[in-house]
């Protein structure tokens, strides 16, 4: 299946506006334009079209109400949430275009990895959303703390300091990723500006067992690359 998703979501993400949207929709769950419109104080047209952007990027759901008496149903709008198999769906065709691109790299640089397994796909579709949302990622591999992610040269700093929720937002869409993607990770924990621009991603691994006498070493993700 092929698809024409945007091959960068930063520019999705570095609006306000759009972040609020996404904040009331983790927060409260599922909401008319109209809610959102008086939640965020955008003008219903612009929130709509705010939305139309985030759908178009597969970080919010939209279906229409039902109902059982006549008229046009209203639409309501959710955060991205669970696995989506269903035919043309956008989040399905991002992950999928992760684990091409992650295959053909690792192909180029002659990288022995997991290929095709769930931990993979997982770590395909993490590393191409940060790089998408212009993250500059470093997996710890630590048998003793845990998995983390190192997130640096945060692009969105200057509008933390204005708006804290953004991490919680951010964090959000992470969590959604790893569920959606249907292996053994998902994210615990977000730890925001730890050092000058740098945040941390607690991870959690189910049901996949250490290696013995094999000793944790950092793994650098780039385009899928993971020592994991």
Known sequence: MTSSYPV???????????????????????????????????????????LQRLIGDGFVTCRPERKDSKGRPRMLYSAAAGPDHADGSIRAAKAEAAERHGDQVRRML??????????????DALDDHLDGSGFDARLEIDGAVGDRVHLHECPYSEMVKAHPEVCRVHFGLLKSLLEGTEGPLSADALHPLVEPNTCVLDLHRSDVEPAPDVQPQPAIIYHGVSGL
């Open 8 to 50: 960068s979501s930063y520019r999705t993400l570095a609006s306000f506006s759009r972040i609020q949207l996404l904040y009331f929709l983790q927060q409260r769950g599922t909401m008319t334009v109209g809610d959102l419109a008086e939640a965020t104080g955008l003008h219903h047209n612009t929130a709509r079209e705010h």
């Open 110 to 123: 002659r990288v022995e990895a997991v290929i095709h397994s769930p931990l993979q796909r997982q770590l």
